[in-house]
């Protein structure tokens, strides 16, 4: 009775995600309680290695997220779906990813911040901080304001689409008679800038986060 209770609880191959955390947790549990930081200067000691871990992790975890995402991901599913289908997927992908965003940028933020916080700041501590803190707002610009405004434009535009009997196409946009209905052009074009904002708004994060790591890299002893 007691081992059917468990297995009820136990993760399947469909649904692994359970498992997989409370495996990171142990290991990250196991690496905290067996091997202490050592660090050179100010504070010590498991509270001073646990916020670098937390800062540390959340900046690799967004710089990570954010080349899968922009350079690999989107690509990818762009040339091998229908354009339908893909903005689907991106329609339910995109508000996790900045909402993510935003948390791991304020995480990292925040600890940096607590990390310095005695004494002056060096002007290059606080240009880092200024870095942070603008990979934070460009991810909360984002998974506010910009990113639900472009997604429903462009819910506006594939329903026209559909009207006309696109939106099988893979890795091109409609052509024909469509490109001549005004209605769709000006929908078209008020997502495209939106669009062209959201990833604009995108790369200030990606390129902040990428010149926190080199700094974070400069700041180690060895690896």
Same mark, same amino acid.
């Given at each position: 009775?007691?081992?059917?209770?468990?297995r009820?609880?136990?993760?399947t191959?469909?649904?692994?995600?359970?498992?997989?955390?409370?495996?990171?947790?142990?290991?990250?549990?196991?690496?905290?309680?067996?091997?202490?930081?050592?660090?050179?200067?100010?504070?010590?000691?498991?509270?001073?290695?646990?916020?670098?871990?937390?800062?540390?992790?959340?900046?690799?975890?967004?710089?990570?997220?954010?080349?899968?995402?922009?350079?690999?991901?989107?690509?990818?599913?762009?040339?091998?779906?229908?354009?339908?289908?893909?903005?689907h997927?991106?329609?339910?992908?995109?508000?996790?990813?900045?909402?993510?965003?935003?948390?791991?940028?304020?995480?990292?933020?925040?600890? /940096? =911040?607590? +990390?310095?916080? %005695? *004494?002056?700041?060096?002007?290059?501590?606080?240009?880092? #901080? @200024?870095?942070?803190?603008?990979?934070?707002?460009?991810?909360?610009?984002?998974?506010?304001?910009?990113?639900?405004?472009?997604?429903?434009?462009?819910?506006?535009? /594939? =329903?026209? +689409?559909?009207? %006309? *009997?696109?939106?099988?196409?893979?890795?091109?946009?409609? #052509? @024909?008679?469509?490109?001549k209905?005004?209605?769709?052009?000006?929908?078209?074009?008020?997502?495209m800038?939106?669009?062209?904002?959201?990833?604009?708004?995108?790369?200030?994060?990606?390129?902040?986060?990428?010149?926190?790591?080199?700094?974070?890299?400069?700041?180690?002893? @060895?690896?």
């Amino acid at each position: 009775m007691a081992f059917e209770k468990i297995r009820k609880y136990w993760p399947t191959y469909r649904f692994s995600q359970p498992f997989n955390a409370m495996m990171l947790l142990a290991a990250i549990t196991a690496s905290f309680l067996f091997l202490p930081g050592q660090s050179s200067g100010g504070d010590q000691g498991p509270s001073s290695t646990l916020l670098k871990f937390l800062h540390l992790s959340s900046v690799c975890i967004h710089f990570g997220t954010q080349m899968w995402v922009t350079f690999i991901a989107g690509l990818t599913m762009f040339h091998n779906l229908p354009r339908h289908t893909f903005g689907h997927v991106q329609s339910h992908l995109f508000p996790k990813y900045f909402t993510m965003g935003s948390i791991l940028g304020l995480v990292a933020m925040v600890t /940096y =911040m607590y +990390e310095h916080r %005695h *004494g002056d700041m060096t002007t290059h501590q606080k240009i880092e #901080t @200024g870095i942070l803190a603008a990979v934070f707002v460009s991810d909360l610009l984002n998974a506010a304001l910009v990113g639900p405004h472009s997604l429903e434009l462009m819910t506006q535009q /594939y =329903m026209i +689409e559909k009207e %006309h *009997g696109h939106g099988h196409e893979i890795g091109t946009h409609p #052509t @024909g008679k469509i490109q001549k209905d005004p209605k769709y052009q000006k929908v078209r074009r008020e997502f495209m800038k939106f669009h062209g904002i959201s990833s604009l708004v995108n790369m200030v994060g990606l390129v902040g986060n990428g010149i926190h790591v080199y700094y974070l890299a400069s700041q180690l002893a @060895g690896i």
